[in-house]
């Protein structure tokens, strides 16, 4: 079975950047899927952030795209998450996930780190 | 981005009972290729989102027949029929249509 995990520090200062990697067992993330982050807001709002595809390309929610980006290394079954200059509101529980874009829904959920933005 | 509004915000309801929570859309999620990607979730109390219908009415694996959904175009329900204390938490639609991909506010389904 697939499984992820999240990891990264849980405080963040802000204009700094948010780092977080996201650790892929049970599937070698080169074989398939789109592997992309999501996150959930205080008020439970959610939001898909971007994915790294399987061949390495990415692609991202517009709201976010001059702040993002989603590398991977393959070498140890991970991709990660950075995001610039954060604001209070990039303040969230952050999710990766598997993503199958012929199905179009996200199947495989970590269980979340909770990410603090505040000096 | 396509605005999906879900209600109601907080559903209570009983043990055994029924329950329905609406989504709909600011647009049509009827796909070019004729498939409408609308799915429902729920994430329990300390734990990730799971996926329970995919596609408006096909059950995800293992997922029991107490879940339906329903719906076409803009508009879209899910029922849950004779609830049992694993089925409390947030549920949340999901379009996958067009892109970005956009989530539902959310609705709570807590007992009464």
């Known amino acids: 079975e697939i499984q992820l995990q999240e990891s990264g520090p849980g405080l963040v200062k802000p204009s700094q950047s948010l780092s977080l990697t996201c650790s892929v067992t049970?599937?070698?993330?080169?074989?398939?899927?789109?592997w992309s982050w999501i996150r959930k807001f205080p008020g439970n709002k959610m939001e898909w952030m971007g994915y790294?595809?399987?061949?390495?390309?990415?692609n991202y929610n517009p709201s976010l795209k001059s702040r993002i980006s989603i590398t991977r290394d393959t070498s140890k079954n991970q991709f990660f998450l950075q995001l610039n200059s954060v604001t209070t509101e990039d303040t969230a529980t952050y999710y990766c996930?598997?993503?199958?874009?012929?199905?179009?829904?996200?199947?495989?959920w970590g269980q979340g780190v909770m990410v603090t933005v505040s000096s | 981005d396509v605005v999906m509004t879900q209600t109601p915000v907080s559903l209570p309801v009983s043990l055994g009972g029924q329950a329905s929570i609406s989504c709909r859309s600011s647009?049509?999620?009827?796909?070019?290729?004729?498939?409408?990607?609308l799915h429902w979730y729920l994430q329990k109390p300390g734990q990730s989102p799971q996926l329970l219908i995919y596609?408006?009415?096909n059950r995800f694996s293992g997922v029991p027949d107490r879940f339906s959904g329903s719906g076409s175009g803009t508009d879209f329900t899910l029922k849950i029929s004779r609830v049992e204390p694993e089925d409390l938490g947030d549920y949340y639609c999901?379009?996958?249509?067009?892109?970005?991909?956009?989530f539902g506010g959310g609705t709570k389904l807590e007992l009464k």
């Open positions: 996930a598997s993503w199958r874009s012929q199905r179009g829904y996200f199947d495989y």
């Open positions: 049970g599937y070698t993330i080169t074989s398939g899927y789109d």
């Open positions: 790294i595809s399987y061949s390495g390309s990415t």
């Open positions: 647009q049509s999620l009827v796909h070019s290729n004729g498939n409408t990607y």
């Open positions: 596609r408006v009415s």
């Open positions: 999901l379009q996958s249509t067009h892109f970005p991909p956009t």
